[in-house]
Structure formats: C-alpha cells, structure tokens
C-alpha cells in the first residue's frame, strides 16, 4: 500500500541533544512537509521541499533541519537549539508542488518528549 | 495574511443529531478551502475541499461543507453523526500565489455521546 511512514512513532530525548525523524513515501509526490502540533495551536508549518536537493524554511525553522537526498525520503533533525522541542510532528506530501492547491497526504506522526 | 479561525475548541452532540463546524478565513483571493479530520494520535486525513464552481461540496463519511464568499465561512455539516465521527476537525486554506503552503485553524475537537 502507498503511503507515508514516519518512525519512530514515540521519542524520548534528553535535553541538549539532537534527534532525527524519519519520513518516508511510496506515493511518488514532488513535495514533502513537516508540521509540528501543540494542543490548541493547530499546525505549524516547520519546513517544506518542493524537489529534490532543495527544501524551504516554513514558519518555525528555527531550531530544526532537514535534507531532501532522495525523492522518498525527507527527514527532520530536532536540534539542542529548539528551545521547546515536546510535540507532536507530522510529515506530509502532496503530488505537485503547490500544497496551497493540492491534497496533503500525512504520516502517523511521531511523538517527541524531552525529558 | 491568510488566517483561518476556527470559533469553537470543542463541541460535544449526541450520536444521530446533525453537527456544524464552524470556520471563517482570511485571504485576498478566491481560497482553496479544506476540511482534514484527525483521530487521536493519527495522522490527517482529507475530508473535502472546494477550489471553485458548486459552494457546497459533498466529501467523504457523509460530510459536506459550503462555501459563502460573502461571510468568508467554510462550515462543515453532517446530518446525522456517528460514534466514530469522535475526532479532531481542522479547517485549512491553501495560499497560493508562489508560497507553497496550508493554513490550519487550531482545530475543533468533536466528542459524541450515546
């Protein structure tokens, strides 16, 4: 089945240091996400990559990274720098590079708790 | 700049009782409007969407939602709720014009009673 795999679904980190989630997708689409969601505060758009080898900040980059090598896969790295990194993250895709225009398919989700 | 505003946190009805969503936006253009539902500890899932043309559009378990230009609202309707409708709602606006991104509401949490 086609999908969005993200992994691991809970995380537990100590603070100060870095840890990657893992986003991947069978779906053939262009355009990968990563949204991050608190209660109340809906979803927050960290980063996005519309093509391979080339990924946009969204609108609280800060504190996190990404790579885009390959077409499937699109992984987040938290690092010690995001001040308040306990979330709920979401990886997305969309089939063409307009996520304004177009449905977003979504990950699981993964948990991240720093202790 | 874009924003959507969903007015109500949570809303709570009995199963088989009609339901309303509420959602207002903020956007220049014509929006690309879209309704996503979220069980707890999932990922989203897409409801409908409008782009243009009908103002009501039909989307998937039994949900509909209707576009009026002129209250800048997006409200999703079911006439009759199930148990299993029990999730999170979010409303979101697509911004087009080369910025590459949704715009969720904070979301309405819909709990159903017996």
């Known amino acids: 089945d086609g999908g969005i795999t993200q992994s691991p679904k809970y995380l537990f980190r100590k603070e100060g240091q870095n840890v990657t989630l893992s986003c991947e997708q069978n779906?053939?689409?262009?355009?990968m996400y990563w949204y991050r969601q608190d209660p109340g505060q809906g979803l927050r758009l960290i980063y996005y990559?519309?093509?391979?080898?080339?990924?946009q900040k969204g609108d609280i980059a800060e504190g996190y990274s990404v790579s885009r090598e390959k077409k499937e896969s699109f992984p987040l790295t938290v690092t010690s720098a995001q001040k308040n990194p306990t979330a709920f993250y979401l990886c997305?895709?969309?089939?063409?590079?307009?996520?304004?225009?177009?449905?977003?398919?979504f990950g699981e989700g993964s948990r991240l708790t720093v202790l | 700049a874009q924003s959507v505003t969903q007015p109500d946190i949570h809303i709570t009805v009995s199963e088989g009782a009609s339901l309303e969503l509420r959602c207002n936006y903020s956007?220049?253009?014509?929006?690309?409007l879209f309704w996503y539902v979220q069980s707890p500890g999932q990922g989203l899932q897409l409801l409908l969407k409008?782009?243009?043309?009908?103002?009501l559009v039909q989307g998937i378990k039994g949900f509909e939602a209707e576009f009026k230009r002129s209250q800048s609202s997006f409200n999703l309707r079911k006439p009759s709720v199930h148990w299993s409708d029990a999730a999170e709602y979010f409303c979101?606006?697509?911004?087009?014009?080369?910025?590459?991104?949704?715009?969720f509401g904070a979301g309405t949490r819909l709990a159903v009673h017996p």
């Open positions: 979101a606006v697509g911004a087009t014009g080369g910025y590459n991104k949704l715009i």
């Open positions: 997305a895709s969309s089939k063409g590079q307009g996520a304004g225009t177009g449905e977003l398919f």
């Open positions: 990559s519309q093509i391979v080898n080339d990924f």
């Open positions: 779906l053939n689409h262009d355009a």
């Open positions: 956007y220049g253009a014509t929006p690309y």
């Open positions: 409008y782009f243009s043309g009908d103002t």
